[in-house]
C-alpha cells in the first residue's frame, strides 16, 4: 500500500476514489482506532488501495464461509438488543483492553469485537 499526503479538504476524504469496468475499485481509507482521552479520533495513516470485485461462481468453501458470517451477523444483532446480554458483551470488550495480552488484537468497537468473539465460537464448533 502507498501512503500519500494531501491538503484539506482531500485530507479528510474517506471511501470509494473510483471504479472502472475491468473490476477493479480503487479505495482510499484512513481507519479510526477510538478516540484520546478529550473524545478526539484517533486516526491512523491514509491508506490507498486496488481490489478486484469476484465475478463467476463462489467457491464451496467461500459459499460456507458466507453463509457462516452471514449467520453471525444475525446473532449479533440478537445479542446487542438483549440489553442483559449487551451488558455481558460489553464487560468482555472492556476487558480486552485492562488484560491485553502482547501481540493480541484489540477491538476498537463492541460489535467489531462481539463479530469476532461469535464467529471464532461458530467456527470451532463445525
Keep these: 500500500m502507498s501512503q500519500s499526503t494531501l491538503i484539506s479538504p482531500v485530507e479528510n476524504m474517506t471511501g470509494k ?3 472502472t469496468s475491468d473490476g ?14 478529550k473524545g478526539r479520533p ?15 461462481k463462489w467457491s464451496e468453501a467461500a ?14 444483532k440478537e445479542e446487542l ?5 449487551a451488558a455481558y458483551w460489553q464487560e468482555l470488550f472492556e476487558q480486552q483492553f485492562k488484560y491485553a495480552k502482547q501481540g493480541e488484537k484489540r477491538y476498537t ?9 461469535l464467529h471464532q465460537q461458530l467456527k470451532k464448533d463445525e
Design 42 to 56: 484517533i486516526y491512523g495513516p491514509l491508506e490507498t488501495y486496488v481490489y478486484h470485485c469476484h465475478e463467476g
Design 109 to 117: 468497537t463492541l460489535r467489531g469485537f462481539v463479530v469476532a468473539q
Design 17 to 19: 476514489l473510483s471504479s
Design 81 to 85: 438488543s438483549n440489553p442483559e446480554r
Design 24 to 37: 477493479r475499485v480503487t479505495v482510499t481509507r484512513r481507519k479510526c482506532y477510538g478516540k484520546d482521552a
Design 63 to 76: 459459499s460456507k464461509n458466507r453463509s457462516l458470517f452471514q449467520e453471525v451477523q444475525l446473532l449479533v
